[in-house]
């Protein structure tokens, strides 16, 4: 069979190109230095949350687990209760409110495997999204990924610092 060609390189090209996007994402992610864990700010306009005081939740994707669901908002509502806002129970407000929850599992590649020692563990990410009432665009979202234990004792500890830890990233209010 005798390739020709014209059947050869349009195909060939459009996988090379492929190759060539997809090895120089893979470049770009290794090199980023980006720490596994902790909390990332995507969104953020301090001009449009400086006169925000009132807040709503919105409907969103709560946690799965009701008791994890109010851990959430009882922390995001406590942050933000200490950066002078108030939550309402509907109606307008300056901001609304989402957040998304998600478990995944890990797996230590580095740690050596040992007779019962576990090299899996669970990982929960959680993204808070303060938007703008109107058009609903972001003004300040936040995601953290954090080692999560299973044992719900240690859940509420865990929830509470990582909510702290994203709102540490909150820009702070102008003084005028």
């Known amino acids: 069979m005798r390739i ?7 195909a060939f090209i459009p996988a090379c190109v492929i190759l060539a996007c ?6 770009a992610l290794a090199g980023a230095g980006q720490s ?3 909390a990332s700010v995507k969104a953020v306009k301090p001009a449009a949350l400086a006169n925000a005081k009132t807040y709503v939740w919105m409907p969103s994707q709560p946690a799965f687990d009701k008791n994890v ?3 959430i908002v009882a922390a995001v509502d406590r ?11 509907s109606g307008p407000s300056d901001v609304v409110l989402t957040y998304a929850s998600l478990t995944r599992t890990d797996v230590d590649v ?5 007779a019962g020692a576990a090299r899996e563990f669970a990982v929960g990410t959680l993204v808070v999204d303060v938007r703008d009432p109107a058009n609903r665009q972001s003004l300040f979202r936040v995601r953290m990924d954090t ?3 299973k044992d719900p004792a240690a859940l509420e500890g865990t929830i509470n ?3 702290a830890g994203m709102f540490e990233k909150y820009p702070p209010r102008t003084k005028r």
Not at 80 to 88: E, H, Q, V
């Open 110 to 114: 580095k740690k050596a495997p040992k």
């Open 4 to 10: 020709t060609r014209s059947l050869f390189i349009p």
């Open 79 to 89: 942050e933000l209760g200490a950066r002078g806002f108030t939550k309402l129970p």
């Open 22 to 27: 997809a090895f120089s994402a893979t470049s």
């Open 147 to 149: 080692p999560i234990e």
């Open 161 to 163: 610092a990582a909510v």
């Open 69 to 71: 669901d109010a851990l």
């Open 36 to 38: 596994k864990y902790g």
